[in-house]
């Protein structure tokens, strides 16, 4: 702050962009035969769910360059499906996060 520089965290929700659907590539392999198998489906819908309900990139950087270079600029600034939620569920207990992500992807189905 005595130098004029200003912080803005930027959290976005769901933004389109194609990061899990290519993410999704390449996981036939883990059909049959694997480790993860029994976690397929969930691992194959946990690949694109990131892109259900998706802002398209440009209606979400509007209002950032809006945000950003307003005379009194937020200190956090949200948009997005899940802008809020997600950083609610990484303030809980290590334990607690790990056993939501995990029944939400089925990784409690491996291995049992």
């Known amino acids: 702050a005595?130098?004029?520089?200003?912080?803005?965290?930027?959290?976005?929700?769901?933004?389109?962009?194609?990061?899990?659907?290519?993410?999704a590539r390449g996981i036939e392999r883990y059909r049959q035969g694997s480790a993860y198998s029994d976690a397929y489906d969930s691992i194959e819908a946990g690949a694109g769910a990131s892109q259900m309900g998706s802002m398209p990139a440009d209606e979400f950087a509007r209002p950032v360059v809006d945000a950003v270079t307003s005379d009194s600029p937020p200190a956090v600034f949200r948009a997005g499906k899940h802008s809020v939620r997600l950083p609610l569920i990484g303030r809980l207990p290590a334990a607690l996060r790990d056993r939501i992500f995990s029944r939400r992807f089925g990784l409690d189905r491996i291995c049992r």
């Open 2 to 23: 005595p130098f004029g520089v200003r912080v803005i965290s930027v959290q976005p929700g769901a933004i389109e962009s194609g990061f899990g659907f290519r993410a």
